[in-house]
Nanobody, 126 residues
Framework: VQLQASGGGLVQAGGSLRLSCAAS????????MGWFRQAPGKELEFVAA????????VYADSVKGRFTISRDNAKNTVYLRVNSLKPEDTAVYYC????????????????????WGQGTLVTVSS
């Protein structure tokens, strides 16, 4: 599986972006997809994950109500809609894929994800 993230950029506080991650190489609908982020000088942080059911979505407390993860299995793509951005959301955002047989989000730990995209930078100015 190869992952290609895009959609980052510079945005003012309160603004929005839609991040995309296109996957290729394996049956996308078998993958649990996640978004993580890493701010300068900080550890990698879980943001959101989605199973092969669109109802199976998990969020970090810091983004609940502002970020929405979704997927389009026909396009092999997962999205992260980021609204009401804050300067502390500034980070490189990575998409990741986890191979499962259940298609259910069972982990929010980065080390349990099997493939990673290259990251897309989101910069929020105050």
């Amino acid at each position: 599986v190869q992952l290609q993230a895009s959609g980052g950029g510079l945005v003012q506080a309160g603004g929005s972006l839609r991040l995309s991650c296109a996957a290729s190489g394996l049956a996308f609908n078998l993958l649990v997809m996640g978004w993580f982020r890493q701010a300068p000088g900080k550890e990698l942080e879980f943001v959101a994950a989605i199973g092969n059911s669109v109802m199976d979505a998990v969020y970090a407390d810091s983004v609940k109500g502002r970020f929405t993860i979704s997927r389009d299995n026909a396009k092999n793509t997962v999205y992260l809609r980021v609204n009401s951005l804050k300067p502390e959301d500034t980070a490189v955002y990575y998409c990741a894929a986890r191979f499962t047989t259940s298609g259910v989000v069972q982990s929010t730990e980065g080390e349990s994800y099997d493939r990673w995209g290259q990251g897309t930078l989101v910069t929020v100015s105050s």
